[in-house]
Structure formats: C-alpha cells, structure tokens
C-alpha cells in the first residue's frame, strides 16, 4: 500500500508550503487563516513552547527573517514559497510530521500493544503508526529531527522516535488518554510515561514482594482446588496479577494521604482478595467452604454465598494505616457501583475530607459486565456531579477476554470493554497481565493520576481465565482453542519466577523457599479451621455502635417538637436574605407559608416535610435529599432551594436555621434512577445519623431501580447484617395521568415484605409524614422506609396540619379511625379500609351523600402490617361488612397483600365479618388508564360501589 501522506498534503509542493506558513503560524498565529490555526494548534501541544525553542540559540541563528517576524501584516498567503532555505524547509517539514508521528502513537499506539498474554489477537500493524504515513522512507531514519523535547528528545532520529515510541504505547501497556480535554491532565500523563519509557525501575525487594503477591494468589487457588475440589470459587487464576496491583493501590494510596479505600468487586477474585488483600484468616475461609457460616449461630439472617460478602479491616504500609471496607453485593454485577460511591462520600463528610484525598473508591469490573450493563455508564456519570463526587475512583477490569461463555465479539461493539469510560474523560491503561511490573505501574500511575486530579482512572488488565467460569464448567465446550493455549500456558508467577532468576534477583532455591513457606501456612490455617468459630458477627461497628436490632413494639420512637423549635425552623423557611431578588409567585407562597406557621393551622404537606428535615438539622442530624428536580420539587411542592431572579445566585433556607445546626443537602439528580438511589443507599450504610432520601419523579420510575431495591434494601439486612434507614419517596396516586404517571408501584413494594425487613407506607396527612420522617433518625434501629407520596394531595385543606399536631405529645399514627360523627357503632352497616389518597374521594361523597352508617378507616402503614391497631379500630364495628377499597387495579396495589392479612385480623375478632370485599378498578395489564375521561369514570364507579346502599 503506498504511504498515505503521498494522498495527503504533506508532499511535494504543498509541503514547502505549508512549511512556509507553519513559520508564520508559531510568529504569530493570527497572521495565517483560522483553519490554518486549527490544524497547526492540533499538530503539538505546544506550539508556543515550540516557537520559543527555535528563537533560542542554535535554531535561532538558522531562523529565517520571517519566522522571527512577529509583526507580519496578516497575509495573503503566496501560492508557492521560495523564501526560505531548502535544509530550513526540510528542518520545519520533518518537525512537523515527526510531531504528528509521535502524536499518532500517544492516540493510537495502544492498538498495537503487546496486551493479550496468550497472544491470540495481536495487530502489529496499523498505518497510523507507520512512518511511512508521515513521509518518512526508510532512507529518512537517521536524520535527526528537531522534535521539541519530546519523549525526552530535543532532536532524534525516526528510528530512535520509533524505539522509544512502541516502548511507551506499544509495550505491555497500551494507554488511551488523548480524549482527555484537559491540558494538564494530557501533559501530566506524558511527563509520567513518556521519559520513562512507561516502566517503572523496581527495587529488588520490590520485585521479591510482586513475586511473594502472585506466589499467595496461585498458591491459596491451587490449595482450595485440592482440598474443596469442585466447589464454587471464582477463583483469580489467569488474573493473579490483580493482588500485587491492588496492594500498589494500598501503599502509593497510603502515601498520598489515603486513609480509607471503600471496596466493590464481583465474584471473580474475590475470595483471593478477601484473603490475601484484606487480611481476612484464611481459617475463617476455609470454615466457610466447610459449610459453616460466616457469622456466629445466634445471629439471625439468610446469610449468603461467601464469594459475595463483604469484611473490613486494616492494613498498614510504611507507617500509613489504611482502612479497607469491601462492600457486600448480590449476583447482580455492576449493581455495587454506587452503592460503594455513596459509601465513600458518606465517609468523607464523616471526616471532613474536603480534598476527597483521605476516602477513596476502588471498583473492579469483569470486563463483559464493564461493557455490557447500564449502571456503568449511569454511575460513571456521578463522578464529577457537585452532588455525588466522591474525587475519582480507581477501576480495575479484570478483563480476561471472555463472560461466562460470551467471547469479546459478542459482548461488545467497542474494541476494547473500557470505553464507556471514556464518557467522563477517564484516563485508560490497558495492561497486559502476565507482566506484573507493568500492571503494578499502571496502578500506581491511576491511584496518582486520581490523587492529582480528583478523577477516575481505568486500568484494563488483560488477563485470561485458566478453567470455566466456575470450578465445574467445562469452557472447551465453547472456547477450545483459546484454552487449548491456556492449558499450555504457563501461569503468570511461573512466568515473572523465570524472569526474577533471569534477572539475577532470586534463585530458584529462594523461590522455592517462598513457595514452601506459603503452602505450609495454608496447611496450619486448615487444621486451625477445623475447630474455627466466627465469635461475633461484623455488624453494629464504627458508626453504628449503640445501634440495635429492631424492637417488636410499636416503634414510635420520640418525633414530637417544642412547638418553639418548630415555630424557629418555620421562620427559617419563610425568611430571605437581604437584598435577594425572589421569585414573585414564591414569595406570595412565603407570606401564605409564614400565616400557616403563625396561626399554627393549615401546615401542607411539603412545610410539613421541612418542618421535619429542619427540626432533625437544628437537633444535629444531617439530612440528604436527592432525586430527579428535587430542588424545586416535581409538582413545585417544594422550593428547597431560592434563586435569586437577576444573578440565579441559590440560597437553601433550611441551611439558614440556626448556628451549629446540621447540614442539608438538597441535590438535583441525574436522569438515573438505579445510579442514584444506589448512592443514596451506600450513602446510607455509612451513615446511620443522617436522614438519607431517594425521590423519584413519578413513583414508576423506581422500576429503573428494581436490582437496587430487591438486591440491597429488600435483603441486605438479611444477607449481609447491614441496615439501611434509606427513605424513597414515590409519587403515587390515581389522578388521570395516564399508566406512568399514576403507580409508584405500591404492590411491588409489599411482594417485598418479609422478615421485618422494610418499611411501606401510603399516608394522607401532613402531620404523620412530619413524623414517619423525624421516626427514620429518632429510634435506635434502622429500616428502608418507601413512602407513596401524594401530588394533587400536596395542596389539599384536608391534609394539612396543625402546628400542634406535631408538638408535645404527639407521634406517628399507623391507622386512622374514623374521624366523622356517624350512626351508633352496632348501625354502622360498612366499614371501609383503605389506604391513601382514595380515602378523600370516599370521604367527601359520604358526606355529600349523607351516609352516616359507612365507617372509613385508613391504613397509613401498610407493612409491617399494623394488625394491632386495626384490630381496635375494627372491633367496634360489630355489624358492618368489611370492603377494602382501592383505586389500582385489582392486580395491583395493596389488596393481594391486605386479603389474607386482614381476614386473620377480622376473624381473630368478635365481629360479624371474617374477610374484607374488594372494590376497586378490575385487574388490568397497564396501571392505569391514559384517557382522562375514561380515568372518572371508573373512579366515580369504584366510590359509587362502595357507598352502594
Ligand atoms: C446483571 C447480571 N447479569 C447476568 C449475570 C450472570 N453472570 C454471572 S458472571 C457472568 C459473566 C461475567 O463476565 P465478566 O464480567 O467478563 O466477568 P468474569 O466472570 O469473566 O470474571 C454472567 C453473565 C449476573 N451475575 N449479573
């Protein structure tokens, strides 16, 4: 194939030319064409570095008048230039091409890295890394180039550019960092690779150390496989490499101010970096594969697969104790992501970590799940939100070039699994696992890239998967070439042992004695396993000492305000700074708002929701609230946040309470649901002190979060012993707005109910929401709350509160009896239960109808199911029928969950009725209706049938 340049402009002609008008350029770059401009900016970094090069001495001397020119009128640009010296022409033309040369390698170089250690899909060769491209013949290799210093070069040879170029991108590293925007951040990641050659000089203890690492890595796999053969453990075999990187994470993190490193990881790995990372007893591993729990026998819980669970401990380097939490996740890969950024940025605010240098996230990926699932992306789009950053996170895909039995080819467009990273101008190391030197670099470089610039890096370990995808798989089934050259391939230890005796720096001898060593540690801690008993569960520690399991009683906890603090955080609410230009219609809701506070009556729903998030910020809890315009408020219920109408300068009046109060977070969320509540519920694990909240859109859109919800707030406490006190607010409510904006989903939630492990609540008055909010951080237990959240009952008189309704002596209530004056309690004919905003269209028809002998009761508490305040309201109604009335359809909502419950209520009673009647939309396939006529019908229709004589 002929060079391409002989196609392009760099020939010929044109190339006395452009050599020509290059020299104008770096004189004054607005004397040539802005087009011209764009071009020669893209040529180098630094053009101007470039031009003050060739003033000094030496280059200056040869410069021709016009380059030195600065003060050029702009030109028309002559059609053909014969002004400059022939060798200055060829000077400035071979510069110009040898910067583009050296620039195709730091973008493209990677293609051709040595990355594959069983070396299956190798390129060579691409045309955009050929000299022969950039006009160089073979003839044109040893002239020497001026190239500005680069690579460490002031002037070189193509052949010594091309040395020097495929050993720092085409090596065992391959580095994809020039999508980066930023200057800094390229020229930093040049200075780090390019004069080094993209290697690190390793000490000889150094090198013992990487060799010890991969020795426990192969030896602790090799030694389950003996003695559990068959049994499940993802193990680490072919990606051996990954233990001695993350301790480089640990030690240069540790030296760069880390003091905590928050860990997500999937299976595959995991049990060697439980073990061998974090330091847990390989006793205590070894018990587990015997069939024993990982926690004492009193403790209550499912439990779960011990490559899922997550510990914590220590670990110290060079003085420098480092905090290591690895954070418990389900079969769902990717679904940890979040929840381990909530956690990190929990823990900075925990210790004031402004720099975001002393908690840092490590995540690591297999590279199917890395390429293949949305929460990547969604969770990759947190990082540099003011909301949600947690100062960049180190990733590691454990890419062994195949998911399951799913090869690269099928699992992905891109070539490479990490280039969804790229989205957020990530810095990318693709390494090639079989060097450990080169994969400890990467490492270290990313934990330095993050600590100097507060973003994520990739390091894209390119490894392979010596058996199936678990123990008992048989991967030729599928892939029996790629392991007939793993079974003939030796292991990464066996390769860098050879090196380390090539190198003169162990003998095998030594290598031996470390191997030995190692395995007869293993052998102590299996007999040490046999009689192995966890003593106490890792649980109720750090920030949640004085916590407690959950209590059976009624749970109230202490919600009640002075109505002093109240009236303060309601004067809070409806003040506004000097001079600050506010909206005209919110002020107008201001002076409606201070009436309310000061007459004590009339509170709506979403004062109420401050009232509590104020009374708990000025007792010392933080509150967190995030969700999709949460700020102003979906149904501009809420106005959290002012902005001022001439500069949009914000002001958050609940951070306006009082001196010392708490902080409030209020955020405006990305269009995420599973990223964010994630976070939010990480966040949450953290820390149990602060109010932590979700809000959806509209209730529905939760469904966008359906792993997180079942994986981590269902089942968490029962899989993992961790509590979360996480709150989701879910617009609910049948109003006409068609199938998605209708449900939050309110079954969903109770198919959930089991083991005490949620809260579900549908409430219909301000007061209790004040209450369910403010009982979230005032009991000594924690318990994910979900709350169907009203819209158009936001604004309505009946659902608004006294001021006294939140004072002294006044609490949650889980059921409401009937409120109205009705016929003798033996007359009362029906009693209707239900839940939520229908009780306001059952109410007002009742009294529009004048039926006295039709009880409504409310359950305002759906799970745990309240069965003990039913009863007592249930009992007086000796001669009603019992209906429950719902406006979802009957397939849905709170009935399949209400029936049998209720109808052990009733029938445990000394009353008539043994079962409740359903009335209520029939079954349907969408939730709701988008015909908003059609939608009164059947609501006239379910309220007519329940007040039916
Ligand atoms: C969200 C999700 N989908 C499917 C699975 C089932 N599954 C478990 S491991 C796996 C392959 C993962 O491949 P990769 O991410 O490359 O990791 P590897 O096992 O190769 O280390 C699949 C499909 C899962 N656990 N989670």
Partial sequence: MPPLVNQTFLNGQNAAFIAELYGRYLADPQSVDPSWQGFFAELGEEPRAFLKEMEGPGWGEKRPAMLGNGHLAAPAIPATVAALPADVHQAALDSIRAMNFIRSYRVRGHLIAELDPLGLDRRTYHPDLDPATFGFTEADYDRPIFVNNLLGFETATIRELLVALRATYCGHVGVEYMHIQELEQRQWIQARIEVPRNQTEFTERGKRTIYERLVEAEFLERFLDKRYTGTKRFGIEGAEALIPALEQILKRGGQLGMKELVIGMPHRGRLNVLTNMMGKPYAALFSEFQGNSANPEDVQGSGDVKYHLGTSSDREFDGNVVHLSLTANPSHLEAVNPV???????????????????????????????????????????????????????????????????????????????????????????????????????????????????????????????????????????????????????????????????????????????????????????????????????????????????????????????????????????????????????????????????????????????????????????????????????????????????????????????????????????????????????YSLADPRSLVLWEAQFGDFANGAQVIIDQFIASGEAKWLRMSGVVLLLPHGYEGQGPEHSSGRLERFLQLCGEDNIQVCNLTTAANYFHVLRRQVRRNFRKPLIVMTPKSLLRKPEVAAKLADMGPRTSFHRVFGETDKLAADAQVRRVLLCSGKVYFDLLHARRERKIDDVAILRMEQLYPFPAKPLAEEAARYRNAEFVWVQEEPENMGAWSFVDRRLEKTLSSLDIKAKRARYVGRPEAAATATGLLKRHTTEQARLVDEALAP
């Fill in 340 to 682: 381990t950024l909530g956690k990190v940025r929990a823990k900075q605010r925990q210790r004031t970590d402004q720099s975001r240098d002393e908690v840092v996230g490590l995540l690591m990926h297999g590279d199917a799940a890395f390429a293949g699932q949305g929460l990547v992306a969604e969770t990759l789009e947190l990082s540099e939100l003011k909301g949600y950053r947690t100062g960049g996170t180190i990733h590691v895909i454990v890419n062994n070039q195949i998911g399951f039995t799913t090869s690269p080819a099928q699992a992905r467009s891109g070539p490479y699994p990490s280039d969804v990273a790229k989205t957020i101008q990530a810095p990318i190391f693709h390494v090639n696992g079989d060097d450990p030197e080169a994969v400890v670099h990467v490492a270290r470089i990313a934990t330095e890239f993050r600590h100097r610039f507060k973003k994520d890096a990739v390091v894209d370990m390119f490894c392979y998967r010596r058996h199936g995808h678990n123990e008992t798989d048989e991967p030729a089934f599928t892939q029996p070439l790629m392991y007939r050259t793993i079974a003939a391939h030796p292991t990464t230890r066996e390769i860098y042992r050879q090196r380390l005796i090539d190198e003169g720096l162990l003998s095998a001898t030594d290598a031996e004695a470390i191997e030995r060593a190692f395995l007869a540690r293993l052998e102590g801690e299996f007999e040490a396993a046999k009689s192995y008993r966890p003593n106490k569960a890792d649980w109720l520690e750090g920030e949640w000492k004085g916590f407690t399991t959950a209590s059976s009683d009624d749970r109230r906890g202490t919600t009640a305000v002075d109505l002093a603090l109240l009236k303060d955080v309601g004067g809070a609410l409806t003040r506004v700074p000097q001079g600050f230009n506010l909206n005209r219609k919110i002020a107008r809701q201001l002076d409606a708002k201070r009436e309310t506070i000061d007459k004590g009556e009339g509170i709506d729903w979403a004062t109420a929701e401050a009232l509590a998030f104020g009374t708990l910020l000025a007792e010392g809890s933080c509150v967190r609230l995030s969700g999709q315009d949460s700020g102003r408020g979906t149904f501009s219920q809420r106005h959290a946040v002012f902005f001022d109408q001439e500069t949009e300068e914000r002001y958050v009046p609940l951070n306006h309470i009082r001196d010392g109060q708490a902080q409030f977070e209020i955020i405006d969320s990305p269009l995420s649901e599973a990223a964010v509540l994630g976070f939010e519920y990480g």
